[in-house]
């Protein structure tokens, strides 16, 4: 699609340095974040060239893109040749959405799950976010209180604070999993034969710093202070340790949207699921088999690597890529998003998505929830959506389920993958 603003200023190459030139000497330099229209953006390698100036590329059009980057960033990418505009939200952007969960809010519903259906859902602290919250699993399954050999599914949730759509989902799937138990015979079933993590908010501190303001803040990292910067912050979906850094798919600035911290698991959040996910390794073998990270938004479903425009590589061999693409397409044809591999958009390097599969083994996808683009309210369209835009997505979560047995089952793979 082609993006087309209702109203633009063109930013030449030197107002970035201009508009931090405006700072007070020894004020808070934490630079804004803003977003822009670059024109020009034809390929994934045009886009790849525009994220590794430490923008987060927000939606891809034909020719263009928008991304969230600092006014230095924006001056970056002037330089390299793109046209560079700021973009006005085209949906007016009210203050936080009270129809949105906030923190409080997931943690009393959480309880309230739990309390309610005491045989089937249990919670446990994972850790603390950096600023000391706690960062919770919640899991489903028959038996709760035993760990039985079941395939084990893992659902994350808001990585990035600004995408509050995605905890909503957690809510949903939670709700869903535990009213529809002896009620639907296929979530009966399912629940019964694997255990299913959720979790439903692994940046807290990030969300909460996205909505504590009048406006919504356009937060995507988390709030940890970094060394030698006044720039707060490490892009959680950049901090994973597999290929860290390796390929141009990350900011090493501090100040950078898509900042990836100052070593693998640098951020408090990411050490904390990590650890979570390689304690699923019981007897040599990690448990769980299936996951899905939630994002907003593009309506995507997007499977790894994303370090690399290839698709069968050192790490992936064609029978493994295929069943992610099979399984990725399956999910798509229940909830009408667009499935692809990872880096057709644009390279990332340490997204949880290429670690939970390069590094654990995991079959992974990212989804890219509602909406399609910046017209329809970018990461924050109204609470009104959320009741039908979670709903969407409840076949696509029970065909991974499904699958959780041996996800090579897709492709009739199964003999040489599940004995
Ligand atoms: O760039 C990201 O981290 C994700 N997009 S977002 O607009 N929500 O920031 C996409 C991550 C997908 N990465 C892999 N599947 N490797
Ligand atoms: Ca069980
Ligand atoms: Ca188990
Ligand atoms: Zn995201």
């Not at 994934?44 to 034909?62: H, K, L, M, N, Y």
């Not at 629940?191 to 959720?198: A, G």
């Not at 667009?338 to 958009?345: A, C, G, R, V």
């Not at 890219?368 to 959506?385: D, I, K, N, R, T």
Request: aromatic letters at 8%; proline letters at 5%.
């Amino acid at each position: 699609m082609a993006l087309s603003p209702l109203r633009r200023t063109l930013v030449p190459a030197a107002v970035g340095a201009l508009l931090l030139g405006t700072l007070a000497p020894g004020a808070a330099a934490e630079p804004a974040y803003d977003l822009y229209e670059v024109h020009g953006a034809l390929t994934a390698q045009d886009r790849t060239e525009i994220a590794a100036t430490g923008a987060a590329v927000d939606q891809v059009g034909d020719d263009s893109v928008l991304v969230t980057a600092t006014p230095d960033g924006a001056a970056e990418i002037g330089r390299l040749g793109y046209g560079v505009e700021e973009f006005d939200p085209p949906v007016p952007l009210a203050g936080p959405d009270p129809g949105y969960t906030t923190y409080d809010e997931l943690l009393g519903v959480v309880d309230q799950v739990v309390a309610e259906n005491p045989g089937i859902a249990t919670k446990s602290v994972i850790g603390r976010s950096h600023e000391g919250r706690d960062l919770v699993a919640v899991r489903i399954s028959d038996n709760a209180n035993a760990d039985e050999d079941e395939p084990e599914v893992l659902f994350v949730h808001a990585q990035h604070a600004r995408e509050h759509l995605t905890v909503e989902m957690a809510v949903h799937l939670m709700r869903m999993l535990t009213e529809g138990y002896g009620e639907d015979g296929r979530i009966t079933g399912l629940v019964d034969s694997r255990e299913i993590w959720i979790l439903p908010n692994v940046n807290p501190d990030g969300s909460e710093y996205d909505m504590a303001g009048t406006d919504w803040r356009n937060w995507r990292k988390n709030r940890q202070p970094n060394r030698g910067s006044s720039a707060l912050g490490t892009d959680l979906n950049r901090n994973w340790d597999y290929m860290w850094g390796c390929c141009g798919g990350s900011s090493g600035d501090p100040g950078g949207v898509t900042y990836r911290g100052s070593a693998p698991e640098s951020a408090t959040e990411v050490r904390a699921v990590a650890d979570f996910v390689r304690g699923r390794v019981v007897g040599g073998e990690q448990q769980i088999t299936t996951a899905v990270d939630f994002h907003t938004y593009s309506e995507l479903i997007l499977w790894p690597f994303g370090h690399t425009y290839g698709s069968v590589v050192d790490g992936m061999t064609a029978e493994e890529y295929r069943t992610h693409e099979a399984l990725g397409e399956y999910m798509a044809e229940a909830n009408g998003y667009t499935p692809q591999q990872s880096s057709d958009l644009y390279v990332t390097d340490g997204s949880i998505s290429d670690w939970l599969w390069g590094d654990q083994r995991i079959v992974n996808f990212a989804f890219e929830m509602y909406p399609g683009s910046a017209w329809e309210g970018g990461f924050y369209p109204p609470s009104s959506v959320v009741g039908r835009e979670t709903a969407r997505n409840e076949e696509a979560v029970l065909r991974l389920l499904d699958y959780a047995d041996c996800p090579y089952r897709i492709i009739g793979a199964e003999a040489a993958h599940c004995g």
